[in-house]
Every structure is written in structure tokens, then in C-alpha cells.
């Protein structure tokens, strides 16, 4: 199974069961700029405890790991699970949202993105995968998510609202973090 198959049997499969999700992380931040590699899909999803049994039903363990036991943590916990695909090494970080409005805000820019209907999937804004990689980079001080950002700016720059970030990097204290980009920027 190739990422992009992944990344579509996914989402399909939330989107049959009724739940929200969208893609950020890596897989957003390629999409939106510069390529790199990746092993993984982050999906945030607004899963409740009722549709595990079908969620888990659409992945078969022959296919895939997906341990429940983890997901109804996460679930309660909102924190995130995994499901593997071990013949391809791939990976979905499954991430349960927070009542936090940030995350409210994420969920109301979604944007459906696709060469088709049958390959499209909700992926995060530019705006909110910068945001979200700037909080990545003030946890682990990983250079990859400021390379990112940079990747998004360079090649989204005229479709990033800066009002929106700057208004955000502030709420969640990342006001530092978010001049040192705009400072590598030029």
C-alpha cells in the first residue's frame, strides 16, 4: 500500500461512519509546501466511543494493528492512537481533539482537497498546520517543523492569512517562535 492509498482508504472510511477528521501534520505541510519524507498520516478526528466497533471493522486485523483498548484512551483522555499497516511500515498518528477553541477553529477551516472525488480528503488549513507545527517545535525544538513552515511560506505565501496566525501564535504564546520565522523569511 503506497501513503497516498493510506491517506484515502482513511478517509473514506471516517467519512462513511460520519466522522469528522481532518489531515494535518507532515502530509498537510507537503501538500501546502516543500516534499520530504514521511512514514506517517496525522489525522485529527472527533471520534466518540460508539464507532470504534465500526472503525475497527474497516481496518481488519490482517491488514492493520489497531489496538481499541488504545483508542478508548485516547478517546477519553484525548490524546491519540495508532493504526499500522505493517506490510508497508505505514503509520496513522490518530489524534482526538480537545474541547480547546483552537481546535474548534481547525475544524471550522477544514478545506476538501482532491484531483477527484474519489481521491479527496478534509486537510487542515496552511494556516493552522504552521500554528500547530510551531507548537510541535516549542515541545521537541525539532528544526524539521521550522523547515516546514518555511516550505509552506515559501510556496503558499500569497494564500496565508499572517492576521490569522499572529492573532494565534499569541493566544497560545508562541509570539517568539512565530517572529523568528518571519525573521528567516526575509
Known sequence: MQPNELLHHVARCLEQIGIPYFVTGAVAG???????????????ADIRDGQLPELKRRFPEDDFYLDLDSAVRAIRMKTQ????????????DV?????????????????????????????????????????YHREGRSEKHVRDILGILRVSAGRIDFE??????????????????????G
Open 30 to 44: 507537503i501538500l501546502y509546501g516543500e516534499p520530504r519524507l514521511t512514514n506517517d498520516i496525522d489525522i485529527v
Open 81 to 92: 492512537f495508532n493504526i499500522i499497516h505493517p506490510a508497508s511500515g505505514l503509520k496513522i
Open 95 to 135: 489524534m482526538i481533539p480537545s474541547a480547546h477553541p483552537f481546535d474548534r477553529s481547525r475544524f471550522a477551516r477544514v478545506r476538501r482537497i482532491g484531483s477527484d472525488a474519489q481521491n479527496e480528503a478534509c486537510f487542515a488549513s496552511p494556516e493552522d498546520v504552521i500554528i500547530k507545527k510551531m507548537e
Open 164 to 185: 490569522y496566525i499572529s492573532s494565534w501564535a499569541h493566544q497560545l504564546g508562541l509570539d517568539d517562535i512565530w517572529t523568528a520565522i518571519r525573521g528567516r523569511l
